[in-house]
């Protein structure tokens, strides 16, 4: 199972998701027992979520 984490765990304050990859604290602790649906669901927004963060996005080494 692919995982969207990039391992930098910082998260906005003002939207909740993680600066890095894009998921909420509650989405990344529960990932693995998320149905496939709601994982591709989850997925398939995390480019707007990182969009939406602009300047407060952190990108990979």
């Known amino acids: 199972m692919k ?3 990039i391992d930098i765990c910082k998260f906005d304050d003002a939207t909740g998701w993680c600066r890095g ?3 909420t604290k ?3 602790k529960g990932w693995e ?3 496939k649906p709601v ?3 989850i997925r398939a ?3 707007n979520r990182l969009a ?3 300047d407060r996005r952190i990108e990979p080494d």
């Open 3 to 5: 995982k969207n984490c």
């Open 21 to 23: 990859c894009g998921q």
């Open 26 to 28: 509650t989405e990344k």
């Open 33 to 35: 027992k998320l149905k």
């Open 39 to 41: 994982r591709k669901s």
């Open 45 to 47: 927004e995390l480019p």
């Open 52 to 54: 939406a963060l602009g």
